[in-house]
C-alpha cells in the first residue's frame, strides 16, 4: 500500500520561496501520477498541480502559474513543488496524492494521500 508524507512546509514572508517533499513508501511511485493540493478551514479542497507517470506536467490553478513547479525523482521516490514569490493566499495546507496512472486524470478521485505540511505565507 502507497503511502506518502509531506515535508518542507513553514512559515515564510511575502515573496519568499519553499520547496515541498513528498516521499512515498510502501511501494514505488514510479507507475503513479503525482499531484499536489491544497485546502484551507474556509475554502474547499484546490489542485495545484500534477505530474503523471509519463512526466508530464499540468498545472491545476492558474493562481499559481509561473510561480510553483512539480517535480519528481522517482530513484528517490519523491515528489517536489518548488514555490516561488509566494503570496499570503498561498497560505494552506499542502497535501500530495497519487493515481495509479499514466497520464494525470484531474477528474478522477486521487487514491493515496499524505497528511498534509502547513504553508503559512506572513510577513
Known amino acids: 500500500q502507497l503511502q506518502l508524507r509531506e515535508s518542507g512546509g513553514g512559515l515564510v514572508p511575502p515573496g519568499g520561496s519553499l520547496n515541498l517533499s513528498c516521499t512515498a513508501s510502501?511501494?514505488?511511485?514510479?507507475?503513479?501520477?503525482l499531484a499536489w493540493f491544497r485546502q484551507t478551514p474556509t475554502k474547499e479542497r484546490e489542485g495545484v498541480a500534477c505530474?503523471?507517470?509519463?512526466?508530464?506536467?499540468?498545472n491545476l490553478a492558474d493562481s499559481v502559474k509561473d510561480r510553483f513547479t512539480i517535480s519528481r525523482a522517482n530513484s528517490e521516490n519523491t515528489v517536489y513543488l518548488q514555490m516561488d514569490n509566494l503570496k499570503p493566499e498561498d497560505t494552506a495546507v499542502y497535501f500530495c496524492?497519487?493515481?495509479?496512472?499514466?497520464?494525470?486524470?484531474?477528474?478522477?478521485?486521487?487514491?493515496?494521500w499524505g497528511q498534509g505540511t502547513q504553508v503559512t505565507v506572513s510577513s
Open positions: 510502501g511501494s514505488a511511485m514510479e507507475h503513479y501520477s
Open positions: 496524492a497519487a493515481e495509479l496512472s499514466y497520464f494525470c486524470r484531474p477528474d478522477r478521485e486521487f487514491e493515496h
Open positions: 505530474i503523471g507517470a509519463s512526466g508530464d506536467k499540468l
